[in-house]
């Protein structure tokens, strides 16, 4: 009989419809990972941010139809992933979705995987880099849901088919926007407070060196920086902000060529914030700017192959965490790393 394998695919969760907006904004703000506070003060910003943001935020899901395309998203990479691994014949695969803030919640997909009793686990975050507000709250809650032993791919920030698939598609971006020579690439990643990576969080290390992988297999566009976007709340966050690279780009009149790197499919952040408001910031800089969103890896086939590579990489040698090519990535002071105590390449 062949060993059946499960691989669960960890994402953020956005609202189905405008009704779910306050509850889903409240489940985010109430993860001890995104506010720090003690467990009663935590549960009374959540229920406070959550009610002072609902309009704001259900305007910008009304521009979407009235919900997150997310799950939609989620769901086509699960097919075309489960499709691949199914190819080789020689195991069963079975894709499960756990969504942190919004259903199928984590709690769901750990009952669904002890249903369907696989002989092995693959834990793989949609999350490229490493961060403890996202893939390590996700971990999180797998292991408090009673989530059975798993490998895990903690993070691919520089894995080779994940670059040359971003790469491609910035290449294809920029042949239909008419190759400007005057493009400046703008790497877009959604930000975190300061003090997230003071605490020693390897997200924005990880950003930079996915961003630096990709501009080394373009070297037809040489000026390329990169930003962050979608800062919520009052704390510092981590910059420069998106929203001023674009105007400083658009004032010294470059074609802006804008790449969410941290984003794996379309959802609020990408078809709201960056195709929307920010392409709005860049003509009201300069009208006229030239202005391309890149698409997000989606079901790009070069990601298929990133993450089925990801699962055979994680079923071989000893369960557990698995760093990038085995080795650990992140320097030492990214105390947050999940592969602390790994040999360091
Ligand atoms: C790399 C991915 C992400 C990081 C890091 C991250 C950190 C982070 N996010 C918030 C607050 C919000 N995020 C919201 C939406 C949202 N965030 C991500 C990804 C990351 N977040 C995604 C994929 C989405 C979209 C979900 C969807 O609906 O499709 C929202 C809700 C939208 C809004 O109100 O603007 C909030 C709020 C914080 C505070 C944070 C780190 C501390
Ligand atoms: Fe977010
Ligand atoms: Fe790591």
Redesign the pocket.
């Known amino acids: 009989m062949s060993r059946k394998i499960a691989v669960v695919l960890f ?5 189905d419809g405008q009704a779910d907006v306050k509850p ?2 409240r489940y ?2 109430r993860d001890p990972a ?1 506010i720090g506070a003690p467990g009663p003060i935590r549960e009374f910003l959540a229920w406070l941010i959550s009610t002072r ?1 609902e309009r ?2 259900q305007a ?2 009304a521009l979407m139809g009235g919900g ?3 799950l939609t998203e989620t769901r086509s990479q699960a097919d075309a992933l489960t499709k691949r691994l199914n190819q080789s014949g020689d195991s069963e695969f079975r894709v499960f979705i756990a969504m942190r803030y919004w259903h199928p919640f984590v709690e769901e997909a750990v009952r669904e995987v002890a249903t369907w009793g696989p002989d092995e686990t693959v834990l793989l975050p949609l ?1 490229p ?1 490493f ?1 403890t ?2 893939t390590g709250s996700s971990l999180k809650a797998w292991k408090d849901a009673g989530g059975g032993a798993a490998r895990t791919v903690c993070c691919y920030p520089e894995n080779e088919d994940f670059i040359s698939a971003h790469a491609a598609l910035i290449a294809q971006s920029w042949e239909k926007a008419g190759r400007p020579e005057n493009t400046r690439l703008l790497f877009s ?5 300061e003090r ?1 990576i003071a605490a020693g969080d390897p ?1 924005q290390f990880q950003v930079e060196r996915t961003a630096a992988a990709i501009a080394d297999r373009l070297p037809q566009l040489t000026d390329w920086q990169i930003c962050y976007q ?1 800062r ?2 009052p704390l510092t966050w981590i910059g420069p902000a998106t929203e001023d690279s674009i105007r400083e780009a658009a004032e010294v009149d470059r074609h802006i060529l804008l790449v969410p790197i ?2 794996v499919s379309e ?3 990408t078809l709201v914030e960056l195709d929307i408001e920010y392409r709005e910031l860049a003509k009201d800089t300069r009208p006229g700017v030239g202005y391309t969103r890149v698409p997000a890896l989606g079901v790009a086939d070069g990601y298929v192959t990133a993450l089925s590579g990801l699962v055979s990489g994680a079923l071989e040698g000893p369960a557990g965490m698995k760093p990038p090519n085995g080795q650990r990535l992140c320097p030492a002071d990214r105390s947050q790393c999940p592969c602390a105590g790994m040999e360091t390449r």
Do not use: K, M
């Open positions: 994402n953020l969760g956005g609202p889903f904004l985010l703000f995104i943001r704001e935020a910008n899901y997150s395309p997310l999350y880099q961060s507000t996202t990643a959604h930000g975190l407070p997230v997200y979608s919520v709340g941290a984003f959802h609020i952040e």
